[in-house]
């Protein structure tokens, strides 16, 4: 069972960047899906989860209107569109399903995560 995220890069303040997550060795259809970020030194962070369906999507308040999680069951994959990426929007940013819990922000209520993709926005 593997997640492959990938998508990260280096971009300016007020830029875009779209995160996608692969999953491998099983159907993650029945999952929900959430992305989480972890800046240097801080703690892993919820940004944003959508439900099996793709119908049903959470966010923190500190991205809402800004990114944008969808789900495509038939590809297996769930994305994280960021427009007007902040500075403080830096961090490693990493996706995780859960077959338990629709969008938790606890990390501890995924059970399945991919490895980190590095968002660095420059002021």
């Known amino acids: 069972v593997q997640l492959q995220a990938s998508g990260g890069g280096l971009v300016q303040a007020g830029g875009s960047l779209r995160l996608s997550c692969a999953a491998s060795g099983r159907t993650f259809s029945s999952d929900a899906m959430g992305w989480f970020r972890q800046a240097p030194g801080k703690e892993r962070e919820f940004v944003a989860a959508?439900?099996?369906?793709?119908?049903?999507?959470y966010q923190t308040d500190t991205v809402r209107g800004r990114f944008t999680i969808s789900k495509d069951n038939a590809k297996n994959t769930v994305y994280l569109q960021m427009n007007s990426l902040k500075p403080e929007d830096t961090a490693a940013y990493y996706c995780?399903?859960?077959?338990?819990?629709?969008?938790?922000?606890?990390?501890?209520?995924?059970?399945?995560w991919g490895q980190g993709t590095l968002v660095t926005v420059s002021s």
């Open positions: 995780a399903a859960s077959v338990r819990v629709v969008g938790s922000k606890n990390p501890r209520d995924y059970d399945y």
């Open positions: 959508v439900s099996w369906s793709g119908g049903t999507i």
